[in-house]
């Protein structure tokens, strides 16, 4: 069960929680470090960053550290703490009280991950920082990620946010977060992360995934737009055909050839069970397009609604299991809108 309701799992990859190199995020990692050993940190955090970047493991480093040795500068600089430490075991095995995690909760009727984090599931906050322990220790809740959280869901939230009680750390993981609601960004402290430079993830690459050779690992860092996690998804075979059919979706335009589209659709709808990774590929392809836009003036509101109306369409397709080919035609219906309107 462990594999396979963890969405942020990587398979035949250490999951955050079990990896203890942050690549890449120095600057991200000395500023949580100067507000955390400072003694005051902030009670709420929000790492901001696109998939796959590093945000779960600083995320995971920050809550082994103030949980080891607290809001205090006696543990080290970079707020390490190894493997071998007993909070890092205890955490490795999902067994410390200290910590709650919060995500999509399984569905065990339709044996699969929930589309969104429920309402439930932010409720357990309360109870947890409700617990009093004799020595005063801290207590740290991560949301992973909360772009999956719906409005009764961040509204529960805001709650905690208002009156977090002592030596608690609330650390939100957004993707998007300007999703979030003005009132959660407005009570928590952002922390941006960066994309990962290609040369950061050739080496990552080499490190990780030691049967690829050099070309392939170039190729992976090339499209991978900075993100080491979908990096490591595009390595296996399956993977990267997905992820060039999402390019191939977002490339045809204003009048596409429909005929070329429903083979595509035909192509990525044979094992259902791929949909989900192929809306993630479509939505990071999506994404990229946004920003190179953007950094040209252009774009705006309206090309991020096509993000989200994407990302509303493949999160429906999974959670009511809807026919993988229908749904790739109506995305195909909908980035060709957004090409005729010049949103993409």
Same mark, same amino acid.
């Given at each position: 069960?462990?594999?396979?309701? @963890?969405?942020?799992?990587?398979?035949?990859?250490?999951?955050?929680? !079990?990896?203890?190199?942050?690549?890449?995020?120095?600057?991200?990692?000395?500023?949580?470090?100067?507000?955390?050993? +400072?003694?005051?940190?902030?009670?709420?955090?929000?790492?901001?960053?696109?998939?796959?970047?590093?945000?779960?493991? =600083?995320?995971?480093? *920050?809550?082994?550290?103030?949980?080891?040795?607290?809001?205090?500068?006696?543990?080290?600089?970079?707020?390490?703490?190894?493997? !071998?430490?007993?909070?890092?075991?205890?955490? !490795?095995?999902?067994?410390?009280?200290?910590?709650?995690?919060?995500?999509?909760?399984?569905?065990?009727?339709?044996?699969?991950?929930?589309?969104?984090?429920?309402?439930?599931?932010?409720?357990?906050?309360?109870?947890?920082?409700?617990?009093?322990?004799?020595?005063?220790?801290?207590?740290?809740?991560?949301?992973?990620?909360?772009?999956?959280?719906?409005?009764?869901?961040?509204?529960?939230?805001?709650?905690?946010?208002?009156?977090?009680?002592?030596?608690?750390?609330? *650390?939100?993981?957004?993707?998007?977060?300007?999703?979030?609601?003005?009132?959660?960004?407005?009570?928590?402290?952002?922390?941006?992360?960066?994309?990962?430079?290609?040369?950061? =993830?050739?080496?990552?690459?080499?490190?990780?995934?030691?049967?690829?050779?050099?070309?392939?690992?170039?190729?992976?860092?090339?499209?991978?737009?900075? +993100?080491?996690?979908?990096?490591?998804?595009?390595?296996? @075979?399956?993977?990267?055909?997905?992820?060039?059919?999402?390019?191939?979706?977002?490339?045809?335009?204003?009048?596409?050839?429909?005929?070329?589209?429903?083979?595509?659709? @035909?192509?990525?709808?044979?094992?259902?069970?791929?949909? !989900?990774?192929?809306?993630?590929?479509?939505?990071?392809?999506?994404?990229?397009?946004?920003?190179?836009?953007?950094?040209?003036?252009?774009?705006?509101?309206?090309?991020?609604?096509?993000?989200?109306?994407?990302?509303?369409?493949? +999160?429906?397709?999974?959670?009511?299991?809807?026919?993988?080919?229908?749904?790739?035609?109506?995305?195909?219906?909908?980035?060709?809108?957004?090409?005729?309107?010049?949103?993409?």
């Amino acid at each position: 069960m462990t594999t396979i309701a @963890e969405p942020d799992r990587i398979e035949g990859q250490p999951h955050p929680r !079990e990896t203890y190199v942050l690549a890449g995020q120095e600057e991200a990692l000395a500023r949580a470090a100067r507000a955390i050993r +400072s003694g005051r940190p902030p009670q709420g955090w929000l790492m901001a960053g696109g998939p796959g970047i590093g945000k779960a493991t =600083l995320a995971y480093r *920050i809550a082994r550290y103030v949980l080891r040795y607290g809001a205090k500068d006696s543990g080290p600089a970079d707020l390490h703490v190894g493997p !071998e430490d007993a909070t890092s075991r205890r955490i !490795e095995a999902q067994a410390h009280p200290g910590l709650l995690i919060l995500r999509r909760p399984w569905d065990e009727k339709n044996k699969r991950l929930k589309s969104v984090i429920t309402v439930d599931e932010i409720r357990r906050l309360g109870e947890f920082f409700s617990l009093k322990s004799a020595s005063g220790d801290w207590r740290v809740a991560i949301i992973d990620s909360a772009d999956e959280m719906h409005e009764e869901s961040a509204n529960a939230l805001l709650k905690n946010l208002e009156e977090p009680p002592a030596h608690s750390l609330i *650390i939100l993981i957004g993707h998007a977060p300007g999703r979030l609601l003005p009132t959660i960004r407005s009570r928590v402290i952002r922390l941006d992360l960066k994309p990962l430079d290609e040369n950061m =993830l050739d080496q990552l690459l080499a490190r990780m995934a030691p049967d690829l050779d050099s070309a392939e690992r170039g190729v992976l860092a090339r499209f991978a737009d900075g +993100s080491l996690g979908l990096a490591l998804r595009l390595a296996g @075979e399956q993977g990267g055909q997905l992820a060039r059919d999402a390019e191939a979706l977002l490339a045809i335009g204003g009048t596409p050839d429909w005929q070329a589209v429903l083979k595509l659709a @035909e192509r990525v709808g044979r094992r259902s069970n791929e949909i !989900e990774q192929y809306g993630e590929f479509l939505r990071q392809a999506v994404s990229r397009r946004i920003r190179a836009l953007a950094e040209a003036g252009r774009g705006g509101e309206r090309s991020v609604e096509l993000w989200e109306r994407l990302n509303a369409l493949f +999160s429906r397709a999974v959670e009511v299991n809807l026919e993988p080919r229908q749904t790739v035609l109506s995305a195909g219906a909908l980035i060709s809108s957004a090409h005729r309107q010049r949103l993409i």
